[in-house]
């Protein structure tokens, strides 16, 4: 009996007890993220930084005095485990950071990450399938970001020539020839890791090197630039610190280095040493950041209403914003909002323009921002004079191919102007409004300009691709109803327009003119179905040249013909001839849409495409 009762205690003992070392079976992604994880994605330091505290028996020394723990890290520099010691130093270094708030300990961990990195001369550098070559460079790149001196937006011309190190100083360098770019300033600065990105579906990054941040910029006076920007406008840089003989530095404490400012635009790689490595950027977070003023969205209605809004530092430019400065060899593609809109709208598919490399390579991106509420033929003449301005200034003898090859989309009015550019009119819009021969009529130099701008059109021969998304070719069933002429009431015309139509009727005796211009129209006007402006344009066809696409939303089932977006009927955006169509199920405001961004990228590659055939042609 009593051995019955030890076999049955031994029994129970065995089934209840684990073995001292073993293994038990978890959730992967727990042990994935157990694996993984690190103090820049969460509160504990990585598995390497935890074991180099255990093995130099600094633990609780690291929880007691993480100062003296560090220390003693670096004190032990030199050695076979230096570059164990870096990485370690580096991610310590910035769990301090975070624990105190202290800018120091942030400048530490880059310099120990750097020094990681880009080893000196004779020194291994990390294995290209070691996680911690990715964690060093994290790092690196968020240590530069949070070691700038100051509170909020760090100011860029304001760096001082020393930064405090815990172990010494770094005596920093910064070039003002990094601070400028296209005949602007770069100014203040702000983290693009600080930033979280709303409103925008996917938030892209280039991976590399350096801190990415959001930053003003300032026009130079007296220089000249093929880049305007728009309000509020923040651009996509990195900053990077290029620390001289880095191991050396963090054992002596004595660090020189220097500042360098790099813009996605224009660079994509850096030297460093004998590698050349990429520059990491946030393109995404500066064109939110840019897009977090509420200016930018209160222009929409002002610019609806007050026809003399002008919201861009260059009055003289119409509106045109172009969001990189000019490179020849990459296409135009000139986005054109609708009514009561702006460019802002146009924020999604930027974005995705902007996160594709093979196609932000081959592009140049401009806005075009007009007073929604005007005549439509006054606004197209204000969007064909900028581009005719734009093109004379940056490619005046006319040898950049890709220039000569601009892409125009326009949304809902905007489809409405970028026909415009590529019609030969004639005096089919003369002819909606007067018999007499316009060369009779009496009128100023200034008038008789103003209005032959407008009316007498002959295509733009540099654009050569059109897309009309959500366009009311025959006219917005929304303009005709009442409340549309309550609204069009409270518009009002630009001033020198308004004096020069005053003139143009004051000084003629024209019954007809009078009759059909008892009001001047505005652009509501202009979008009723059956207006004789809108039946007067689509009575023209295109140039020969330019290929047209349209991209139409629409909501609902049932037939196409019965179909609406809220704003325009399918049969009022649908139109012959064109090269694509698209339906979108989506309500009027479909720029964001992934369906039509999927189209505008295909519609590039076919630009691409036939504007690489043109090119090897003329070659031949």
């Known amino acids: 009996m009593t051995a019955r009762i030890l076999l049955l205690v031994a029994v129970l003992l065995a089934a209840g007890c684990s073995t001292p070392v073993g293994v038990d079976r978890v959730e992967p992604q727990k042990l994935r993220r157990e694996l993984t994880a690190n103090i820049l994605t969460g509160s504990t330091p990585s598995a390497p930084s ?70 000196e001369n004779g020194h291994a550098g990390p294995n290209p399938f070691d996680p911690g070559l990715r ?7 968020r240590g530069v970001a949070l070691g700038f001196p100051g509170e909020g937006d760090a100011d860029l011309s304001a760096v001082p020539e020393r930064w405090e190190l815990p172990y010494g100083e770094i005596a920093l360098e910064v070039d003002p020839a990094h601070l400028g770019w296209s005949g602007y300033r770069m100014h203040e600065v702000v983290p693009s890791a600080e930033l979280r990105v709303r409103g925008l579906r996917n938030r892209y990054r280039r991976v590399g090197i350096g801190a990415p941040l959001a930053a003003t910029v300032e026009r130079i006076e007296g220089e000249a630039s093929g880049y305007r920007v728009g309000p509020s406008m923040r651009i996509p840089i990195t900053a990077v610190i290029r620390f001289e003989e880095p191991w050396k530095a963090v054992i002596t404490g004595e660090v020189v280095a220097a500042l360098e400012i790099y813009v996605m635009d224009s660079s994509k790689e850096v030297q460093i040493g004998d590698r050349r490595v990429p520059l990491e950027y946030e393109p995404t977070t500066a064109l939110a950041f840019g897009l977090e003023n509420p200016a930018v969205w209160s222009m929409e209605f002002g610019g609806f209403f007050s026809g003399d ?13 172009l969001l990189h400065p000019y490179r020849p060899g990459r296409v135009p593609v000139v986005l054109v909002h609708g009514t009561a809109s702006s460019p802002a709208r146009w924020a999604e598919l930027v974005n995705e323009l902007a996160g594709d490399p093979a196609i932000a390579e081959r592009i140049q991106l401009w806005l075009f921002f007009y007073n929604t509420g005007n005549p439509i033929l006054y606004s197209g003449s204000l969007l064909r004079q900028a581009l ?30 970028s026909k415009l550019q590529v019609v030969n009119s004639g005096y089919v819009f003369w002819e909606g409004v007067s018999d007499r021969d316009f060369s009779e009529l009496d009128l100023s130099d200034e008038t008789r300009e103003l209005f032959s701008r407008a009316m007498f059109i002959d295509a733009l021969p540099f654009v050569r691709r059109v897309v009309y998304v959500s366009t009311p070719h025959g006219g917005s069933y929304q303009a005709r109803r009442r409340i549309a002429g309550w609204i069009g009431s409270f518009i009002s015309l630009p001033l020198d327009f308004s004096r020069r139509m005053t ?34 344009l689509s009575s023209l066809d295109e140039a020969p040249r330019v290929t047209t696409h349209s991209i139409i939303s629409a909501k609902g089932d049932g ?62």
């Open 559 to 620: 037939p196409l013909e019965r179909r609406t977006d809220g704003v325009v009927a399918y049969e009022s955006a649908h139109v012959e001839g064109v090269k694509s169509e698209l339906v979108v199920r989506s309500g009027h405001s479909v720029q964001g849409d992934p369906n039509m961004i999927a189209e505008v990228k295909r519609i590039l590659y076919e630009h691409f495409d036939q504007l690489e055939a043109e090119i090897a042609k003329a070659a031949n």
């Open 309 to 321: 809004l002008s919201a861009f530092e260059d009055k003289r430019k119409n509106g045109l914003v």
């Open 503 to 536: 003139e143009m009727l004051t000084n003629n005796e024209d019954l007809q003119m009078r009759l059909r211009l008892d009001r001047m129209p505005t652009s509501l006007d202009n979008m009723t179905p059956g207006n004789p402006f809108l039946v007067a």
């Open 135 to 141: 964690l060093a460079a994290e790092l690196y790149n």
């Open 50 to 119: 935890r074991q180099l505290l255990d093995r130099l028996a600094l633990v609780q020394a690291f929880k007691d005095s993480p100062a003296e723990a560090l220390e003693t890290i670096r004190q032990g520099l030199g050695g076979p485990d230096t570059a164990k010691r870096l990485l370690g130093l580096a991610e310590l270094s910035f769990a301090h950071g975070d624990a105190t708030r202290d800018r120091i300990w942030y400048r530490a961990s880059a310099l120990a990450a750097y020094a990681y990195l880009f080893p």
């Open 388 to 417: 005719r301005d734009t093109v004379a200034e940056l490619d005046p003898e006319g040898t950049d191919p890709a220039m000569q090859r601009m892409f125009v989309m326009g949304h809902s009015q905007g489809g409405l102007l």
